[in-house]
């Protein structure tokens, strides 16, 4: 059986922030691979500044085609819109039966689970992962201490000495509109493809 860490991500575009936490999991885990999954333009938000999935999916395809154990996934598209991941996961479990599936998600969205569709079956038939968020100090000050009751979870692992970097792929959009060099929050290939297309500028 393969353990098989699951990333959902826009990755509009996949930055090295990204790679870092997929790397540091599927190295210090039992997991044998992470996919990244792209998840495709959801109908009901806004579609500004969103790559085409295609684009999406190159990017992470070239971000990660040097190590063995990190995959591009897009078995999203195809599915019905909006994507939920209840409806991902039994995909995943009838194409790879020889595969066990963990999702990795950060301590926010581990928060708000309960309204994901279906959350119940998910946390009690799949392993969650949870790396803690970057906080700046003002959101450390106002930070919610109250305890998650998903934390005390037996499928819940909450993840402890996680290189995190306080890198979003929205920070990366506007420095490229407005003309900064981002060139060393990317690789080098996807600093390449995003310039030769000339997307977000």
Do not use: C
Request: aromatic fraction near 10%; charged fraction near 25%; avoid cysteine.
């Amino acid at each position: 059986m393969k353990n098989v860490g699951l990333f959902f991500g826009s990755f509009n575009p996949v930055h090295v922030g990204h790679l870092i936490l997929a790397n540091h999991i599927v190295d210090t885990t039992n997991m044998d691979e992470v996919w990244m999954v792209v998840s495709p333009h959801n109908p009901h938000k806004s579609k500004s500044n969103l790559l085409a999935d295609h684009h999406r999916l190159a990017l992470v395809n070239i971000a990660v085609e040097d190590n063995y154990k990190l995959k591009a996934s897009n078995i999203e598209f195809d599915l019905p819109k909006p994507s939920y991941t209840v409806f991902t996961l039994q995909v995943l479990k009838e194409k790879y039966p020889d595969s066990k599936f963990t999702l990795i998600m950060g301590e926010d969205n581990l928060r708000t689970l309960h309204k994901w569709k279906n959350y119940e079956y998910i946390i009690e038939n799949h392993q969650i992962l949870v790396y803690p968020r970057v906080l700046t100090i003002l959101e450390a000050a106002n930070e919610d201490k109250s305890e998650n009751d998903f934390e005390k979870h037996d499928n819940v692992i909450l993840l402890e000495d996680v290189p995190l970097m306080k890198i979003s792929s929205s920070f990366i959009r506007n420095a490229i509109k407005n003309g900064q060099d981002v060139r060393y929050l990317l690789t080098e290939k996807v600093y390449h493809y995003l310039d030769e297309m000339n997307f977000y500028k």
